[in-house]
C-alpha cells in the first residue's frame, strides 16, 4: 500500500523559510514522480514543483520559481520542498503526490494534479505579513 506523509509546515512570519519533506512507503519501483501541490483557501490546487528519479530532471512552476527548492533522497524515499522568502500569499495547505507512471517532470504532468494518483493528506503553512 502506498503511502505518503507530508511533514514540517507551521506558521512563519513574511521573509521566513519553511522546509517541508514527504516520506514515501509502498512504491515497488524507485523510479516514480514526485510533486509539491498547494491549495490556497478558496483557490484550486497548484501545482508547485515536481522531480523524477528516473530522468533526473526538475520542474517549477510560476509561484515558486526562484524562491523553492525541490529535492529528493531516494535511499530514504524522502523528497523535500525548501521554501524561502515565504509570503502570505504562500499560506494553504501542501500536498505530496506521487505516480510511477510518470516519468519526465514537465509542465504538462505537474501543473495539474489529475496526473497524479497518490496522495499525501497535506500540510498546512501559515505566513503571516
Known amino acids: 500500500q502506498v503511502q505518503l506523509v507530508e511533514s514540517g509546515g507551521g506558521l512563519v512570519q513574511a521573509g521566513g523559510s519553511l522546509r517541508l519533506s514527504c516520506v514515501a512507503s509502498?512504491?515497488?519501483?524507485?523510479?516514480?514522480?514526485t510533486a509539491w501541490f498547494r491549495q490556497a483557501p478558496g483557490k484550486e490546487r497548484e501545482g508547485l514543483s515536481c522531480?523524477?528519479?528516473?530522468?533526473?530532471?526538475?520542474w517549477y512552476g510560476d509561484s515558486g520559481k526562484g524562491r523553492f527548492t525541490i529535492s529528493r533522497d531516494n535511499a530514504e524515499n524522502m523528497v523535500y520542498l525548501q521554501m524561502n522568502n515565504l509570503q502570505p500569499e504562500d499560506t494553504g495547505v501542501y500536498y505530496c503526490a506521487a505516480d510511477p507512471a510518470l516519468s519526465l517532470a514537465t509542465e504538462q504532468f505537474c501543473a495539474n494534479d489529475v496526473h497524479f494518483r497518490f496522495w499525501g493528506e497535506g500540510t498546512e503553512v501559515t505566513v503571516s505579513p
Open positions: 522531480i523524477s528519479s528516473k530522468h533526473q530532471n526538475i
Open positions: 509502498g512504491f515497488t519501483s524507485d523510479y516514480y514522480m
